[in-house]
């Protein structure tokens, strides 16, 4: 199974202040139809998860454009331009590209500091 | 809108079962693959099962297969899944999720198996 591996696991942010969370894939998440399918997801304190980004780069509707996804092959990467008190959570990479199983990360928090 | 909405929960002991149901709406269930994750208390998520659209795939995490079935009423918008011989390892939030992409979750329903 593709291993998912986050980094850091914990952050604490200034309000207003960036935030940045890497996600290392064990192998190329490059599919066969040239799609990569990386998405991440957000979970509030008390809350289900809830997708921000998929394949990689595009935002969900609703999201806040202070949110975006980069990276390719093995190394992708969450910004969050500036931190807001809302974006308290943990925050998951997950890996559709091989599948099953869909692979999840262990998770990172994100508090303020 | 999306909604999805897991049922049947509970306190369960070891080695029993428990049926899990999620209710769907606001789409058309039956265009869409569905899945089940769960969440251990305190813990990750984890990726539990999959079935496509018109029930001809399905998929199982090694954690689960052979316990657990995953399964759908297309004709009641609804997916379920049967656990068989609970585990304690098996307490957790169960989520049901939609499409490939997993792009809704419902609320979760929290199994709890114990002695």
């Known amino acids: 199974d593709v291993v998912m591996t986050q980094s850091p696991l914990s952050l604490s942010v200034t309000l207003g202040q960036p935030a940045s969370i890497s996600c290392r894939s064990s192998?190329?998440?490059?599919?066969?139809?040239?799609?990569?399918?990386l998405n991440w997801f957000q979970q509030r304190p008390g809350q289900s998860p809830r997708r921000l980004i998929y394949?990689?780069?595009n935002r969900d509707s609703g999201v806040p454009d202070r949110f975006s996804g980069s990276g390719s092959d093995t190394e992708f990467t969450l910004k969050i331009s500036r931190v807001e008190a809302e974006d308290v959570g943990v925050y998951y990479c997950?890996?559709?590209?091989?599948?099953?199983?869909?692979?999840f990360g262990q998770g990172t928090k994100l508090e303020i500091k | 809108q999306v909604q999805l909405v897991e049922s049947g929960g509970g306190v369960v002991q070891p080695g029993r079962s428990l049926r899990l149901s999620c209710a769907a709406s606001?789409?058309?269930?039956?265009?869409?693959?569905m899945h089940w994750v769960r969440q251990p208390p305190g813990k990750g998520l984890e990726w539990v099962a999959v079935?496509?659209?018109?029930?001809?795939?399905?998929y199982y995490a090694d954690s689960v297969k052979g316990r657990f079935t995953i399964s759908r009423d297309n004709s009641k918008n609804t997916l379920y899944l049967q656990m068989n011989s609970l585990k304690t390892e098996d307490t957790a939030v169960y989520y049901c999720?939609?499409?490939?992409?997993?792009?809704?979750w419902g609320q979760g329903t929290l199994v709890t198996v114990s002695s």
């Open positions: 999720a939609r499409d490939l992409g997993i792009d809704y």
């Open positions: 606001g789409f058309t269930f039956s265009t869409y693959a």
């Open positions: 079935i496509s659209y018109d029930e001809t795939i399905e």
């Open positions: 192998q190329s998440l490059v599919h066969s139809d040239g799609n990569t399918y």
């Open positions: 394949k990689v780069s």
């Open positions: 997950m890996q559709g590209t091989y599948w099953p199983p869909d692979t």
